[in-house]
């Protein structure tokens, strides 16, 4: 079935349960949905309704009380450490809200710093694969820059590039605009959907809805459950278009084709 093919992340019945001493926290109690490859999603939800505990399963930093979670196929919960390691550095790109730069080192040398991790390059390579990270994210003229020496924006781009830079097939950003202004945010987002349009799955958690709008898919979170699931921004655009079209031709409602298009 060509749909299970493209999923690149299912999730089925994910729950996670925290321990507190003698009391749980049940921070997802029963989510399931699929994210195919190349889509742009975002997800919203009130502060502590689990969207960071579910990020954390998606990225493979974390595990699941009970569930199921396939990443391209790979039941993650099965997957011994080590190989859970591998697929996450090789895989995944994660930006947070705080930009964790190393603040002694240049933009190039924080971007490069995974590189090292993986082995296998020369400085030389890892510099230049960290350059055009940079020159991806617009900071060409950075690169020298500590952190200190850029602004908020940049900083969040210096991240960004830095998760780039293994090739990660999946973007995980869980509020990557929370410590910026908002027009600063737009632009992030912004620089989110050109990745996306270069074919990179994106997931961005924010609690913003003119963030959220910039994706085409909105998962909604509530005390542990998956609320909404729903077309948004350019996404909703062409189905509302699409079912106008459709609605036109077959002489329908355009509600009811509306229905059929999404
Ligand atoms: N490490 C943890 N230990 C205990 N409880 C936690 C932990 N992390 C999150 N929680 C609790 O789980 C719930 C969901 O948290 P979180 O996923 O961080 O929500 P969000 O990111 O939507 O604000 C909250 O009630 C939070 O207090
Ligand atoms: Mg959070």
Redesign the pocket.
């Known amino acids: 079935m060509p749909e299970r093919k493209n999923a690149m992340i299912r999730v089925r019945d994910l729950t996670?349960t925290?321990?507190?001493g003698e009391f749980e926290?049940?921070?997802?109690r029963g989510v399931s949905f699929d994210i195919r490859r190349g889509e742009f999603v975002a997800i919203m939800?009130?502060?502590?309704?689990?969207?960071?505990?579910?990020?954390?399963l998606i990225g493979c930093l974390d595990t699941a009380t009970s569930g199921d979670y396939l990443l391209d196929g790979l039941p993650i919960e099965a997957l011994d450490p080590a190989l859970l390691a591998a697929i996450r550095n090789r895989k995944i790109g994660f930006v947070f809200q705080q930009f964790h730069l190393l603040p002694r080192a240049t933009a190039l040398q924080n971007v490069a710093l995974p590189l090292a991790y993986r082995g296998g390059l020369t400085r030389d390579e890892r510099e230049e694969r960290a350059a055009t990270a940079l020159q991806r994210v617009g900071l060409a003229d950075r690169m020298g820059h500590r952190p200190s020496e850029l602004s908020g924006g940049q900083q969040q781009r210096v991240a960004i590039a830095r998760a780039l830079v293994n090739g990660p097939a999946l973007l995980l950003a869980?509020?990557p605009t929370g410590a910026l202004d908002s027009r600063t945010g737009e632009e992030i987002m912004a620089l989110f959907g050109e990745l996306n349009a270069d074919g990179m799955t994106v997931v961005v958690?924010t609690?913003e809805a003119g963030v959220a709008r910039q994706a085409h898919r909105l998962l909604e979170?509530r005390d542990?459950l998956l609320v909404r699931d729903a077309p948004i921004g350019a996404a909703r655009r062409t189905a509302g278009s699409l079912a106008g079209a459709v609605a036109r031709r077959r002489r329908l409602p355009v509600r009811t084709a509306w229905r059929r298009a999404v």
Not at 25 to 28: F, K, M
Not at 45 to 56: D, F, V
Request: glycine residues 16%.
């Open positions: 996670r925290y321990q507190m926290v049940q921070a997802l939800g009130p502060s502590g309704s689990g969207k960071s505990t579910l990020m954390n869980d509020e958690v609690h979170l542990g």
